[in-house]
């Protein structure tokens, strides 16, 4: 493989690695979470071995894939814009072109894409990408292709990933495939199937990989990471079955992350996303022993009414979740936290909105993503509770949260007013040439003067200014609050 450096429109260096025998071209994009821009990583670097090498120019691909969500109709919706587009460059400029439907929309419509999208060729669920090469060979013969298994194994942990749009500095790491908990709102058990760990050796593997090859900070993914177990493969479920030998040597999440914080303790370590009821106390104890695993975490709660939680089976009270809060805070007193948020679900009352209100005063989170409830078709809420929450009603309310959040943010970023923090550099600031941008370990961007600095460099700046979202500063030779020189 052979390292391209292309320059991007925005001038930010894309670190493309490209075969120089392979000769088709292949267009990839991603919508939805960040599992599905890892997952894309897989099927690139599948591709690459059967002969495609990636483009950015959707007129010259000879296949072009789409890795699709499902989690809100809005982003399926998107999807469907997404193909027309495609449709109009086929019929205008590049008639050879092939299009395929990865992901979370293509295992929920299966076959219904075909019939339904004259443009699409090919078909293939999350857990399919292996058998693409198979599927490709139908396309180029001609057929329409489909595979939309869902697998209890499959994890791809023996496929090293091609970085896609990387900055070569942070990098996703997938660790659990599925999840189990069934919430009653949710698309995505069903999406993405039954909930399995990766082999830790192969986990371990490619984080020494990504360090040895300049990268500075990983984010461990799975859709409730904190539910990570090996005992040699086989699904959580199935745990109880397991042999005493396999019980003694099992590694969990709490493990996994000391595993990695002391394999390569320069390395920064995030992971995303914590269900609140799997997030356990020694997680938290792990995140505080190793200064590398970085002090944020994603909880989402969806709802602050006890009631609105047991309807979503959401398996916490409001009551546990503020111990929870509380137990982070006590063991790491600087720790970030955000949250996402649903309004709107099925029988949501003012008195229980108030509700989620009044955890957001409690908690005043760092950050968060908010909805409005969405049906999904075939879940426990869709087939068995009508969406009787009133649009406007949705609306006003996702308004109340989001400026309440908007609040809360500037509250927190503020907090870092006069402080040192750590910020490792990703890019240039969007706003001017003369500045880098980066984050802290607590997940804020931080904007401040290039100087003699690079990307990839950790540096202490200290906070003269910021915005709700954003910290300014300038490079410090002071040591960051709470850390100690070594
Ligand atoms: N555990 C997952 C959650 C995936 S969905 C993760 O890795 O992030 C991301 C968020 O979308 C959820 O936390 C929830 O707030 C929102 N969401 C899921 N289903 C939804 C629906 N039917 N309507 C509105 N929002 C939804
Ligand atoms: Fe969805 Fe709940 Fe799993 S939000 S991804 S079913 S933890």
């Given amino acids: 493989m052979e390292k391209i450096i292309d320059e991007n429109k925005q001038g930010e260096a894309l670190v493309l690695e490209q075969k120089d025998t392979n000769k088709r071209k292949l267009f990839i994009e991603s919508y939805g979470c960040s599992m599905n821009f890892s997952d894309s990583e897989i099927v690139a670097s599948i591709m690459a071995n059967q002969g495609f090498n990636t483009t950015q120019k959707l007129e010259e691909a000879d296949l072009v894939l789409v890795n699709t969500c499902s989690i809100r109709d809005k982003a399926e919706q998107t ?43 090919l078909v293939v669920g999350p857990d399919a990408y292996k058998d693409l090469p198979n ?35 942070t990098a996703f790491v997938s660790i659990t495939r599925g999840c189990d908990n069934m919430c009653t709102f949710c698309v995505v058990p069903f999406t993405r ?13 490619e984080v020494n990989d990504l360090w040895n090859r300049g990268y500075k900070e990983i984010t461990l993914l799975g859709q ?60 938290i104890e792990t995140m505080a022993k190793f200064d590398n695993i970085c002090n944020h975490i994603h909880l989402p709660v969806q709802s602050g009414s006890n009631r609105v939680l047991k309807a979503m089976n959401r398996l916490h009270t409001r009551e546990e979740y503020f111990e929870l809060i ?35 005063e409690y908690v005043k989170y760092n950050f968060g993503y908010m909805f409005t409830y969405s049906e999904r078709p075939g879940t426990m809420a869709g087939r068995n509770m009508e969406d009787d929450v009133p649009e406007e009603t949705k609306k006003r309310r ?49 904007v401040f003067p290039k100087a003699h600095y690079n990307i990839g460099d950790f540096v202490n700046v200290k906070v003269t200014d910021c915005t709700s979202a954003t910290l300014i500063g300038e490079a410090s030779p002071l040591i960051p609050e709470g850390e100690t020189a070594e």
């Fill in 79 to 121: 999807v469907r814009k997404r193909l027309e587009k495609y449709n109009a460059v086929k019929r205008d400029l590049n008639p050879k072109m092939k299009v395929g439907v990865l992901g979370c929309m293509a295992e929920r419509l299966k076959t219904k894409f075909l019939e339904e999208e004259k443009i699409v060729d």
């Fill in 326 to 360: 509380d137990n982070i805070r006590r063991i790491i007193p600087n720790c970030a936290i955000s949250q996402d948020m649903i309004v709107g679900f099925p029988t949501e009352t003012e008195e229980d909105f108030q509700d989620t209100v009044s955890l957001m």
């Fill in 193 to 205: 199937g039954r909930e399995r760990s990766r082999d830790p050796q192969s986990i371990l593997e």
């Fill in 398 to 446: 996702l308004q109340d949260i989001v400026d309440l959040q908007r609040i809360h943010s500037e509250i927190r970023t503020k907090e870092h007013l006069n402080t040192v923090v750590e910020v490792l550099i990703e890019k240039e600031s969007k706003k001017s040439a003369e500045q880098w941008s980066g984050r802290t370990s607590q997940n804020i961007v931080c």
């Fill in 224 to 283: 409730n990471v904190d539910s990570y177990l090996w005992y040699g493969g086989g699904l959580k479920k199935d745990f109880e079955k397991a042999s005493d030998m396999q019980k003694a040597t099992a590694v969990n999440f709490s493990n996994l992350l000391e595993i990695c914080a002391k394999a390569q303790p320069k390395m920064r370590i995030r992971f995303s996303t914590s269900n609140p009821q799997d997030l356990t106390l020694d997680v």
């Fill in 135 to 169: 599927l490709l060979a139908e396309v180029d013969e001609g057929r329409d292709a489909i595979n939309v298994i869902l697998s209890k194994e499959e994890t791809y942990g023996d496929i090293s990933p091609v970085r896609l749009n990387t900055n070569g500095v």
